[in-house]
C-alpha cells in the first residue's frame, strides 16, 4: 500500500518559528531603511534651505544701494545699519512682474528671532506711520548669529555706520561677514561682497544706530 507523505506537527511549528524569525528581521530592516530614508530627506531638505538663504542673502547684498530712508517717524536713516544682531538697507532690483507703476527699490531687514533667521521688507523706501514690516522665515536651529561689517581698509567693524571721530571721511562698506552655529551643520561663516558702488554715509545726520 502506498504511504501518503507529509509534515508532522512538529515541522509545521519549526517552519512556522522560522518563518516568523524571517518575517521579523525583513521588517526591522525595512524599518531601518524608512526610517534612513527619512532623516537623509530631511537632512537634504534643511541644507537645500539653508543653500537658498545664503543665495537670497547674497542677492540682495548684491543689490544694495545707497539710498537713505525716512522711517515712520520722519527720521533719517542710513542707507545701510547694521549691528551683530541683524542689518537693514536699501536695495534695487525689486521684481514687477505685473507691471505695476511703483519703484523697483526696496527696504529690507534680516535679523533673527527665537532661533530664526528672517527677512523682512516694506512696500515703500519712506515710510508713514501705518507702514509695516512683512517677515519671512527662512531658517531655523541658528544659536550664536552675529554680523560683522568691512570697510575698505580691510577692517571689521560690530556695527555700520561705525563710530567715527571725524563723520566728514566716512568708511566704505565692501562686504559684510555672517558667523552662526547650525544645530545640524555646526558653524557657517559666510563673506558677502557688496557692489563696487562703495556704500557710506552722505553726512552725520546718517550716523543712526540701529536702535
Sequence with gaps: MNKSTGFTLLELL?????????SLISYQGLGQFLSTQQYLEQQENQLRRLQLTLQ???TDLQQAIAR?????????????????????????GLANYRQEKRSDLQR?????????LYRGDWQVLDRAQDSQMQRLSLLSHISELNWQYI?????????????QENPQQPSELIAVQLHFKHTEWGEIKRLFELPQTPIRPKASSDLLTNQ
Excluded at 519549526?14 to 524571517?22: C, G, K, T
Excluded at 529690507?108 to 530664526?116: D, N
Aim: proline content about 5%; overall charge negative.
Design 14 to 22: 519549526v517552519a512556522l518559528a522560522v518563518f516568523s524569525i524571517l
Design 56 to 58: 537670497r542673502l547674497e
Design 68 to 92: 537713505p530712508i525716512r522711517n515712520e517717524f520722519g527720521d533719517t536713516q542710513a542707507a545701510f545699519i547694521g549691528d551683530r544682531q541683524g542689518l537693514r538697507f536699501s536695495r534695487s
Design 108 to 116: 529690507l531687514a534680516w535679523f533673527v528671532e527665537e532661533g530664526s
Design 151 to 163: 570697510d575698505a581698509k580691510q577692517q571689521a567693524h560690530d556695527t555700520w555706520p561705525p563710530n
